[in-house]
């Protein structure tokens, strides 16, 4: 399904540092620096389709150095009242190490059927992507289609988080527009990526993603920007920006 499909081809300064424990370091031990305390941060979407509330689509980032972690839970559903003619659930936990994936892990339910894909980095930088067809060996450089990074709008291939495949894009600017977020009405910069389906994506100030609309089956599908809290990076962390 081609709605369920873009969803997963898928943010706000400010900084959380906790010291592991929450306490003091005794005095035999140095104390954590910034470079090693725990930066974390979540971002939160409603879907909406047709004007209705059909679901949430939230990102948790957890940092430390490095090492970056970021969690993806999408739950949808469609219905009249206690009837629901359409069910989609996707969870995705991607580890970065230096800018670049380590490993991803994806289990989808889309209205019953099933996917999941597993991604690790090999010696040689490139990535092994098994799913229930097979398995591949993709560019290591490839970006997921989680759109939270600034960077989506500058490739020309992203790697369907959902499938597995590595799906071909293009990307066209289409000016400012006012976009309507948990802070009110933002200035945002709007993309349109073609690929399977025509997606519309805006980043505001700093690359940050604040929101995303396309077309399914009659209806325009958005994403509204309800919470961003804590660490929200918009490219994965470097040796270079420590």
């Known amino acids: 399904m081609r709605l369920a499909r873009t969803l997963t081809a898928g943010l706000f300064a400010g900084a959380l540092l906790a010291p592991a424990g929450g306490s003091a370091a005794p005095a035999s031990f140095a ?7 725990e930066q974390t941060g979540r971002l939160r979407f409603d879907v909406k389709r047709g004007g209705d509330k059909i679901g949430t689509h939230q990102l948790t980032f ?15 559903s469609v219905g009249i009242g206690p009837i629901t003619f359409f069910r989609y659930t996707h969870e995705n936990t991607t580890t970065w190490d230096n800018g670049r994936i380590v490993a991803m892990k994806t289990r989808t339910n889309d209205d019953g059927t099933e996917y999941r894909v597993d991604a690790r980095r090999l010696d040689d930088g490139s990535l092994k992507v098994r799913t229930k067809d097979g398995s591949k060996t993709v560019a290591g450089t490839i970006l997921p289609s989680t759109y939270w990074i600034a960077a989506t709008i500058e490739a020309d291939k992203l790697l369907n988080t959902q499938t597995g495949t590595v799906e071909e894009i293009t990307v066209e600017a289409r000016g400012q527009d006012t976009v309507q977020t948990a802070d009110g009405p933002v200035q945002a910069q709007r993309y349109v990526i073609h690929g399977g389906i025509d997606t519309h994506i805006w980043y505001r100030d700093m690359n940050r993603w604040v929101g995303l609309a396309f077309d399914a089956r009659g209806e325009r599908v958005t994403y509204h920007l309800t919470k ?10 470097t040796a270079s920006q420590s």
């Open 31 to 37: 104390p954590v620096t910034v470079d090693q305390a």
């Open 62 to 76: 957890r940092r430390q150095g490095d090492r970056l972690t970021v969690k993806v839970d999408i739950e949808l």
């Open 228 to 237: 961003h809290t804590g660490y929200l990076p918009t490219q994965p962390p």
